[in-house]
């Protein structure tokens, strides 16, 4: 649910900004927007979520195949690490690398947005680096939900 209530909010900005603004670099500074507002919300003393949701929603309006390269990309590590901590970052640094190098005026927005999804995980990344890190199988999951017996 609480998933489907980030999905909704960050659509419902973004619709809003594109009606009034139609170039895609306002629909970075919405992102922005959007993901400092939900990772350091005022009314929870500046404790929030991470942004993740909101990063791959602005990536893949801003730049559709780009952010779906990157998410691929991020979506294999996932299954290969299968932790849940590393592939959002190497999703969003790639993303911003590549705009970086082939867009000048998304630059600084997503720089800002990299840095604040890095430092939301810096407690995850450092748990992941010493091996302490959340082990999550999305392969067994999905297995699971369709009623697949694993094979011993």
């Keep these: 649910m609480t998933c489907l209530g980030d999905i909704l909010k960050t659509l419902i ?3 809003i900004v594109h009606c009034f603004f139609s170039d895609s670099i306002a629909l970075l500074y ?3 927007g959007l993901m400092l507002g939900h990772c350091f919300p005022l009314w929870k003393h500046f404790h929030g979520g991470k942004g993740v949701t909101i990063a791959v929603i602005v990536a ?4 559709t195949p780009v952010a779906a390269v990157t998410l691929l990309i991020a979506f294999f590590l996932l299954i290969v690490l299968q932790n849940l901590t590393v592939p959002p970052i190497v999703f969003i640094i790639l993303f911003s690398l590549y705009e970086f ?3 000048q005026e998304a630059r600084i927005v997503l ?3 990299t840095l604040i999804m890095v430092y939301k995980f810096r407690y995850d990344l450092r748990d992941f680096f010493v091996g302490k890190g959340k082990k999550f199988d999305v392969l ?3 297995k699971k ?4 017996k694993r094979d011993n």
């Design 13 to 15: 900005c973004i619709l």
């Design 30 to 32: 919405a992102g922005l």
């Design 60 to 63: 893949a309006l801003y730049d």
């Design 101 to 103: 190098l082939t867009t």
């Design 111 to 113: 720089l800002i947005m």
């Design 140 to 142: 067994y999951s999905i």
């Design 145 to 148: 939900k369709l009623g697949i």
